[in-house]
């Protein structure tokens, strides 16, 4: 199975903030990661796909980046609605398989 | 408007079964593999299992291998799974989710991202 790590596993940042976010696979997934955010009790809701790819109706401040193992998530000015927790996910092969998760705190 | 609507989710005894459906609406479901993600609770996402479009190609996660089976009816627009042998670490809630991708197979459904989540159902295994 591919493993996905994240870093860090929580950041708090302020309103108007850049944040970044890693996420390291275990194997070449070419640019097959996608970026979800989740905040309490809702389903995750997807931001990025193959890696750097916006989802339709994501504001343009979330961009990735990355390919092969090493990939980002970048907030370019943090807004109130995106303190919640992002996950990586890899879509090379089965099992797919998420990071642990990255939660991004109000400072 | 897409939407996916999770029921079949409840208290169940170690070792039971139950069955988790999902109705699918607003988009072509014979075109589209499907999934089942699952959170325990204060955990991560977990994927669990998925099903191609025209589910003839069924995957599993090592944890639920030889105890689920993921079904579809595309009769009714409807994504499955039966849970058998049911066990504590199972307790989660369990979202249906859509793979992005109308073409592909295997993960490769899966290279738009999971783009559509129903909203969940919990499933707690407790004696």
């Keep these: 199975d591919i493993q996905m790590t994240q870093s860090p596993s929580s950041v708090s940042a302020s309103v108007g903030d850049r944040v970044t976010i890693t996420c390291r696979a275990s194997q070449d997934i070419s640019s097959w990661l996608a970026w979800y955010q989740q905040t309490p009790g809702k389903a995750p809701k997807l931001l990025i796909y193959a890696a750097s790819r916006l989802q339709s109706g994501v504001p343009s401040r979330f961009s990735g980046s990355g390919s092969g193992t090493d990939f980002t998530l970048t907030i370019s000015s943090l807004q109130p609605e995106d303190f919640a927790t992002y996950y990586c996910q890899q879509a090379n092969s089965f099992p797919l398989t998420f990071g642990q998760g990255t939660k991004v705190e109000i400072k | ?127």
């Design chain 2, 1 to 127: 408007e897409v939407q996916l609507l999770e029921s079949g989710g409840g208290l169940v005894q170690p070792g039971g079964s139950l069955r988790l459906s999902c109705a699918a609406s607003g988009f072509t479901f014979t075109n589209y593999a499907m999934s089942w993600v699952r959170q325990a609770p204060g955990k991560g996402l977990e994927w669990v299992s998925g099903i191609s479009d025209s589910g003839g190609s069924t995957y599993y996660a090592d944890s639920v291998k030889g105890r689920f089976t993921i079904s579809r009816d595309t009769s009714k627009n409807t994504l499955f799974v039966q849970m058998n042998s049911l066990r504590a670490e199972d307790t989660a809630v369990y979202y249906c989710a859509k793979g992005g991708r109308d073409y592909g197979s295997g993960p490769t459904y899966y290279y738009y991202g999971i783009d559509v989540w129903g909203q969940g159902t919990t499933v707690t295994v407790s004696s």
